[in-house]
């Protein structure tokens, strides 16, 4: 329809409109229309045509829910009731958090400085505190969190952030044996996801600044490649917070798909029925963190290319027990996930997980240059001269690099490989365990790596969680919607499983009796906080529990004053 059509069938419509030579006007409508049409026809079209008319509408009466409770929550008395119900919970927390050395209280910079010896004193004073609190980690008793822990490996790591403790990447030309080993980093992961001879990276602090990359580069790609300027992410239910994060940090609208039943990977319809030409970005992850399961990337990649959209594998937790399975265990996964996998443009895997690598490195990997070249911050124009940055930070500790570089050259393939078969046969002896002997669990998913997840319809697993933790001072990790718990295997936890079976039992036995003896529930600070969560009217309160408990993290004597003037 030519536009001269077009207005002559808007003068036709009855009532509103009147007809105008002003140009003005007619722009006026136009715009209007257009508006209209691209900011809420065609998303609300989207939306229905992706999630289907009843869950649109279920998403429309939670928002309202979720929307009014935070009015209910100004009526004075229930905003005094719910404030009493966040200070308890305050206190609590400062009782398990808030554990302090009796040695050591600084909240201003001492006037005089300590010397060397007093200085040692006081970090191993902290180093020890409250030991029954702390948690077991040596033990291997906690999922996920220290991934390797062997003490010749501690000491070389050490060593190496002791050389290179001053060192900056901001400076390759002061540090130039660090701006050789960080792109020795890269390389060698990158061959590891079977990069093609285009394939380039960075490294950076953690999973999620991977994963904040990706979307980034993604959504610059889509803004100047396209002219997207609502650019939308769109990701299966169970991929990383940090993609929550990207979508928050950057503007970018975040549309969930739905997981299969049956297996927890990604609907892949589902996917489909999601894209739109808004879409910036596909992810999928190998393995996700919930439930340890493997999306279907080959057909994600198969719609990333028939869209013209990038894909993004979230490896961060697969890490290298991932890209080592085959040669741990002597067979293919059934999934490709890495760079053969066509339409597969970029992955982020985390050195600093199944890399056995110090905390605060990983790498995000692309397939070309072209798509990285969008991650990166320049500015010619800075009084403060040319500048260019290749990831979110400005500044970064060289002293990181180099201890990935010195764990990945000192444990070799081989050396990778026997970790790692032994964190996958103990995933597995953990997996038939819960499958086969624990009737009152299941098991979620096929998961073939690292973590192992279960559910179950007899018992409250966060009650169990609690137990596990209280009387055992086991630390699974808690998962909602459905409620689950997972271990991440580490080599750690290898040592201990066959303890952790016997402990589930154990509390699993008495997580039944309590339900048949009706009535004498176990308390469990867990479950009820879930339980809180998970019911639409009262969230809004789980989110302040949440900041409450981030900012107990920073309290010190002076907040205190503060709180009780
Ligand atoms: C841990 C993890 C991340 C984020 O990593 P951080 O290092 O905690 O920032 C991302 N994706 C998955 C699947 C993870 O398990
Ligand atoms: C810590 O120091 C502050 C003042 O700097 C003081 O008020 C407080 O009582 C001290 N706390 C302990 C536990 O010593
Ligand atoms: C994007 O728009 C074009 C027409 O402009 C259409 O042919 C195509 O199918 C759309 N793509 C998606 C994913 O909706």
Redesign the pocket.
């Known amino acids: 329809m030519s536009f001269d059509n077009l207005f002559n069938s808007i003068t036709e419509w009855p009532g509103t409109y009147y007809y105008t030579t002003c140009w003005f006007e007619k722009l006026k409508d136009l715009l209007l229309i257009y508006t209209v049409l691209n900011y809420l026809i065609l998303p609300l079209f989207h939306l229905i045509y992706g999630y289907g008319l009843f869950r649109t509408i279920q998403f429309g009466y939670n928002f309202l829910i979720k929307k009014g409770s935070i009015l209910l929550f100004m009526i004075p008395s229930i905003k005094e009731k719910v404030n009493k119900e966040i200070n308890d919970a305050r206190i609590t927390l400062e009782k398990d958090i808030l554990i302090k050395s009796k040695n050591v209280n600084h909240s201003t910079i001492p006037l005089k400085g300590f010397s060397i010896d007093q200085v040692l004193n006081q970090l191993n004073d902290l180093d020890n505190l409250d030991s029954n609190h702390a948690i077991a980690w040596k033990d291997g008793k906690v999922s996920g969190a220290v991934y390797h822990g062997g003490d010749e490996l501690i000491n070389l790591q050490t060593e190496a952030i002791h050389k290179f403790a001053v060192s900056n990447q901001l400076h390759p030309d002061a540090f130039p044996g660090v701006r050789q080993m960080e792109s020795e980093v890269v390389s060698m992961v990158l061959n590891l996801f079977n990069a093609p001879i285009t394939g380039c990276g960075t490294t950076s602090s953690g999973g999620t600044e991977s994963l904040l990359l990706a979307c980034l580069a993604a959504r610059e790609k889509a803004r100047i490649e396209k002219g997207i300027v609502c650019p939308e992410i769109v990701a299966p239910k169970s991929i990383h917070a940090a993609v929550f994060k990207a979508s928050k940090y950057f503007g970018m609208n975040l549309k969930l798909a739905d997981l299969n039943p049956d297996t927890f990977t990604v609907d892949i319809n589902h996917v489909k029925r999601l894209?739109?030409?808004n879409?910036a970005i596909i992810l999928g992850s190998a393995p996700n963190f919930p439930y340890g399961t493997i999306d279907n990337i080959p057909e994600l990649s198969k719609l990333a290319i028939k869209?013209n959209i990038p894909l993004h594998v979230d490896c961060c937790l697969g890490s290298f027990v991932i890209a080592y399975y085959e040669k741990a265990m002597g067979k293919k996964l059934p999934i490709d996930f890495d760079f053969r996998v066509p339409g597969v443009t970029s992955i982020s895997c985390d050195t600093h997980k199944y890399g056995f690598a110090p905390k605060g490195s990983s790498i995000i990997m692309y397939r070309s240059p072209e798509l990285r070249k969008y991650q990166y911050y320049i500015s010619s124009d800075w009084v403060g001269g040319l500048y260019g940055s290749p990831t979110l930070a400005g500044s970064r500790p060289g002293a990181l690099t180099v201890g990935a570089w010195a764990t990945m050259i000192y444990l070799g393939e081989n050396g990778y490989i026997k970790e790692i078969k032994s964190i996958l046969e103990t995933a597995q002896i953990l997996r038939h365990t819960v499958e086969n002997e624990i009737p009152e669990l299941d098991l979620i998913g096929d998961p073939l790596l690292s973590v192992i997840s279960f559910k179950s319809d007899v018992i409250n697993v966060h009650v169990l969680g609690d137990l596990l933790s209280k009387e055992y001072g086991w630390h699974l990790s808690s998962l909602q919607k459905p409620a689950a718990l997972h271990l991440a295997v580490t080599r750690l936890t290898s040592k201990a499983i066959f303890e952790l079976i016997g402990d589930l039992k154990n509390c699993i036995k008495e997580c039944v009796a309590a339900v048949k003896a009706d009535g004498k529930a176990i308390k469990s600070d867990t479950a009820q906080l879930y339980g809180v969560a998970g019911s639409l009217s009262t969230s809004g309160v789980v989110d302040q529990l949440v900041g409450c408990f981030l900012d107990v993290l920073y309290q010190n004597e002076k907040s205190n004053e503060l709180m009780n003037e």
Do not use: D, G, L
Request: glycine share 0%.
């Open positions: 894209i739109t030409n879409t869209y």
